[in-house]
Nanobody, 119 residues
Framework: QVQLVESGGGLVQAGGSLRLSCAAS????????MGWFRQAPGKEREFVAI????????RYADSVKGRFTISRDNAKNTVYLQMNSLKPEDTAIYYC????????????WGQGTQVTVSS
């Protein structure tokens, strides 16, 4: 069982940048593909990005492609989401998630971190 704790959220002006971090504990980090989802007020949770356990494959939602970068440091049990050129529509709670690399279900979730982008 892995526990996930996000950090790095906050308030930023449009065009600015933030880097989110997600620290994992309680499991073997390299067993997991890691992802980020987000949920805006009144909307469903949506996929943002994913990175495989060995960092070979990354995938992004079309809405963030070219602006966000997901990365991980297996030695530090941490996954990152670098967010550049932020837009007001990026405002949401961002959640870190993990799935065992042989499975398709995201079984583990963090508590979320708020990102607010002002116009």
């Amino acid at each position: 069982q892995v526990q996930l704790v996000e950090s790095g959220g906050g308030l930023v002006q449009a065009g600015g940048s933030l880097r989110l971090s997600c620290a994992a504990s309680g499991g073997t980090f390299s067993r997991y593909d890691m992802g980020w989802f987000r949920q805006a007020p009144g909307k469903e949770r949506e996929f943002v990005a994913i990175i495989t356990w060995n960092s070979i494959i990354t995938r992004y939602a079309d809405s963030v492609k070219g602006r966000f970068t997901i990365s991980r440091d297996n030695a530090k049990n941490t996954v990152y989401l670098q967010m550049n050129s932020l837009k007001p529509e990026d405002t949401a709670i961002y959640y870190c998630t993990a799935r065992v690399r042989t499975q398709s279900v995201y079984a583990f979730w963090g508590q979320g971190t708020q990102v607010t982008v002002s116009s």
